[in-house]
């Protein structure tokens, strides 16, 4: 498959998450959705976006902003590593292995540059899943419908900022 193929499939994966996010919307109360301020960001991908570094982590900032949806389904403060594989709940997207990714430098810098603005994470990565793997599928087994699900829970915290 061509890179451009590829390259296709990842926006159009992208698209759908932002769109079924939009719609999904609707599902979270008005009182609830005009009380979050959150910028929330969803990790997907592969290892990189899992976080598989071996470094220890740097001092972060702005960590006291920085919230991660953990894996258990419950927002905590953000700290390495994000994708930890305790308490996950939806076993396709788990990774035995966890360390430092890129997440929290992300949203450290992202923290920097809006301050006042508290910052989440969703991670939904898996480390060595293959774009197939991503296909759209809203069942909760799939990586992409367990992310999306992640997703519109977490929105209730804040708003989907974007995708990494």
Known sequence: MTA???????AALA???AAAW?????????????AADRAIFLLMGQSNAAGFGLEPPPIYQHADRIWVYRNSGEW?????????PEGQVDAVSR?????????????????????GVE???VPCAKGGSTL?????????QSLYGSCLARAMEAAAAGHIAGVL
């Open 22 to 34: 939009v719609f999904g919307e609707a599902m979270v109360s008005d009182a609830h959705a005009q």
């Open 76 to 84: 905590a403060p953000g700290r390495e590593p994000v994708d930890e």
């Open 4 to 10: 451009l193929r590829y390259l296709l499939r990842a």
């Open 119 to 121: 910052v989440g994470l």
């Open 15 to 17: 698209a759908a998450i």
């Open 95 to 115: 990774d035995t292995k966890s360390g430092v990714g890129f997440g929290m430098a992300f949203a450290d810098r992202y923290a920097e540059l809006h301050p």
């Open 132 to 140: 197939s793997r991503w296909g759209p599928h809203v069942s909760r």
